[in-house]
């Protein structure tokens, strides 16, 4: 039933954002829409499957890291 809702959702959400994007011919827009649709529903039935959900925050701290170390030698004595 909750798979049936999300895609039911989703169906509606596309239906009325992704004529507009068309029309207007904004390719780049519709791009950015079906990636952030995709990982979104890519998520959400996840979740809704008790899958495993990796933890978004873990992979943005090994990005940041780096970059922190090396702000922190850079200012530090």
């Given at each position: 039933?909750?798979?049936f809702?999300?895609?039911?959702?989703?169906?509606?959400i596309i239906?009325?954002?992704?004529?507009?994007?068309?029309?207007?011919?904004?390719?780049?827009?519709i791009w950015?829409?079906?990636?952030?649709?995709?990982?979104?529903?890519?998520?959400s039935?996840?979740?809704?499957?008790?899958?495993p959900?990796?933890n978004i925050t873990k992979?943005?701290e090994?990005l940041?890291?780096?970059?922190?170390?090396?702000?922190?030698r850079?200012?530090l004595?």
């Open positions: 039933m909750n798979i809702l999300l895609l039911l959702l989703f169906a509606v239906a009325v954002v992704a004529p507009e994007l068309v029309r207007r011919k904004s390719y780049r827009e950015a829409f079906a990636g952030v649709t995709l990982i979104a529903m890519v998520l039935f996840g979740q809704a499957l008790h899958l959900i990796p992979g943005i090994a940041v890291r780096p970059v922190y170390f090396a702000f922190e850079l200012l004595p």
